[in-house]
């Protein structure tokens, strides 16, 4: 791992010594998909009575700023235009050139977490209860490094210093209170598998032009208008190992990604009769096998005087234990589902629309479609060992107003997801899948301790997966560069089935509906899933806000309050937190 920065470093010089020349601008530049530039646009688009601009991200330089151009600065507000002149300026920064034309940066970035909260049982020793999650948890240290060769690259690295997934999923809820400091609970005793040797968490190369770019490596993935989440690809992933293609223009986008995973042969086992468990955890000197990718392309149009957005989006996962790639499938223009190749792939299909009918109001909603009956086939609820249905609905009404030198937003969102969405495949009970099953369920790859590796799976989808109705309200003020102010209030009723359960044929007596109260199937993980007896119920009342002291650094709090009723689908038992996050961050 200590080549890893030396590699990139070269290739960038080689680059540079090619295709480098003095003074030329360069927008390849690739902004993460939580970007504050993206999230100011999006504030924009709706005060000015656009649609939303493209929810497909991680973004060029190139694209925000045609995204920018598109909106008349002349029509906004004074407050509005203090921020349109702020995000250009901030896509406008050049970096230093060196003397043969190639910019580069070097940036460090420090922070100080402290995480207390009141209950330390086992219910809260997990990422998901809490408020404050992996994906907002910052590194102890930062180093991030930037190189810009020419005219038509960038490159992208970062080594972070701060502690192992693992654990600190287990000290951390563990005690009252803990810190992302190194060796924090025993600095006397400071073990080398403390610290996460899982770094970089974003590492690639890109090359672009005028309306379009191309990125090659490690980043995070989010397509889709969802505060809760997304139907096909959720921000709830660490990483994406992928490459993803772009091309766009003033009314229509055309996206293509595929993302790799470890294959389930890796950390499932398989009998005779196709039936797969888990196998347990494996280290680094396993060999891994097998080939898992998510295949997607997503065409987003803009309608209507720009007041109305759409985007189709199809999905496939595929799959092959023998670890091969069938490179005729690895056609961006194809119609997917019509390969009908069930053993080695599962089709997905979306569809988003979002609505501004004037200015400050945004409608917004996603339609995915996993599996359905077509005419001719078996309808669940109705025939005989027909396939249970799997689909999720999302939809919601964002607002921004511009007020003094900041933005006033809210939005309410409500989901509803199948029973079976994103499952498939369990063994013998399934013909129309490999043996481990063809779901949209998947690994990231950890390094925990010495010679052990973990594969900690999570939805690719809706983070919350099938079979829940979720709610959330939001709202809040933000003046950039200096403060904000939020409150959120979330509420969940999530059923039986979770990422484990087994895909099963459904008959007119066991078709379900969500939330289910009974788990009716075998399940991959818990062999005592029978017992789950009632629909578990979240209620989340939370609050965070942030102060910029001066340049380059700012302090923030988050304050949570979390209810659990019926906490592992066990009807009466219960589960209540109070969790309290202070940070301090310096970067420059």
């Known amino acids: 791992m200590k080549k890893v920065p030396v590699v990139v470093l070269l290739v960038a010089i080689f680059l540079g010594g090619v295709y480098a020349s003095d003074s030329v601008v360069n927008d390849q530049k690739i902004y993460r998909v939580d970007s504050e530039c993206f999230e100011a646009i999006r504030y924009l688009y709706i005060i000015a009575g656009h649609a939303q601009p493209s929810s497909s991200g991680p973004w060029s330089a190139d694209e925000l700023k045609k995204m920018l151009s598109a909106l008349d600065r002349d029509s906004l507000s004074k407050s509005a235009k203090e921020l349109y002149d702020t995000i250009a300026g901030e896509l406008s920064i050049v970096p230093k050139n060196s003397e043969n034309g190639v910019g580069i940066r070097f940036g460090v970035e420090a922070n100080l977490e402290i995480y207390s909260h009141t209950n330390t049982s086992p219910a809260f020793q997990e990422w998901e209860n809490w408020g404050y999650g992996l994906l907002s ?278 989901a509803y997801t199948d029973p079976y969405l994103y499952l498939r495949g369990d063994g013998a009970n399934d013909e129309t899948n490999s043996s481990y099953g063809i779901n949209f369920v998947v690994a990231v790859r950890n390094h925990s301790q010495v010679d052990n590796v973990t594969y900690d799976e999570q939805f690719l989808g809706y983070r919350f997966g099938g079979d829940a109705i979720v709610a959330n309200l939001n709202g809040g003020y933000k003046r950039f560069g200096a403060w904000h102010l939020e409150g959120n209030l979330f509420y969940m009723a999530h059923g039986t089935h979770d990422m484990w359960t087994c895909w099963t044929k459904v008959t007119p007596d066991t078709n379900e509906s969500t939330p289910t109260s009974t788990h009716h199937s075998e399940n991959h993980r818990d062999d005592d899933a029978q017992d789950r007896n009632a629909v578990s119920h979240t209620f989340v009342v939370g609050m965070n806000g942030g102060y910029v002291l001066a340049t380059g650094l700012d302090i923030f709090a988050q304050v949570d309050s979390i209810n659990i009723w019926n906490y592992g689908n066990i009807a009466g038992r219960t589960a209540f937190d109070v969790q309290l996050t202070l940070g301090l961050h310096y970067a420059r």
Do not use: C
């Open 137 to 414: 948890r910052r590194p102890m240290l930062n180093f991030p490094f930037e190189t810009w060769p020419g005219e038509h690259f960038y490159g992208y690295f970062e080594l972070s210093i701060g502690n192992s997934l693992k654990p600190t999923m287990s000290t951390i809820g563990a005690s009252h209170i803990n810190t992302n400091i190194l060796g924090f609970e025993n600095p006397l005793d400071f073990q080398i598998s403390e610290l996460s040797m899982n770094f970089p968490y974003r590492a690639f190369v890109a090359a672009g032009g005028d309306g379009w770019s191309l990125q090659l490596g490690r980043d995070r993935l989010s397509w889709g208008n969802g505060v809760t989440g997304n139907m096909v690809i959720g921000d709830n992933l660490i990483y994406h190992n992928m490459v993803r293609f772009a091309t766009y223009g003033k009314n229509f986008k055309y996206t293509f990604v595929a993302s790799f995973f470890p294959h389930k042969m890796n950390y499932y086992s398989s009998d005779s009769l196709g039936n797969w468990t888990y196998a347990g955890d494996g280290d680094q000197y396993t060999t891994v096998k097998g080939l898992q990718m998510f295949m997607g392309h997503r065409l987003e149009g803009r309608f209507f005087s720009d007041r109305l957005g759409f985007a189709l989006t199809e999905g496939v996962m595929y799959s092959s234990e023998e670890g091969v790639l069938d490179l005729q499938v690895f056609n961006p223009a194809m119609l997917w589902h019509n390969y009908y190749i069930n053993m080695n792939a599962n089709s997905i299909l979306a569809f988003d629309l979002d609505y501004t009918p004037m200015r400050y109001l945004n409608i917004y909603g996603q339609w995915v479609i996993d599996e359905f009956a077509i005419p001719g086939e078996a309808v669940p609820g109705v025939d005989e060992s027909a396939s249970p249905t799997a689909m999720g609905y999302l939809l919601g009404v964002r607002s921004s107003y511009p007020l003094k030198h900041g933005i006033l937003y809210g939005s309410l969102e409500g």
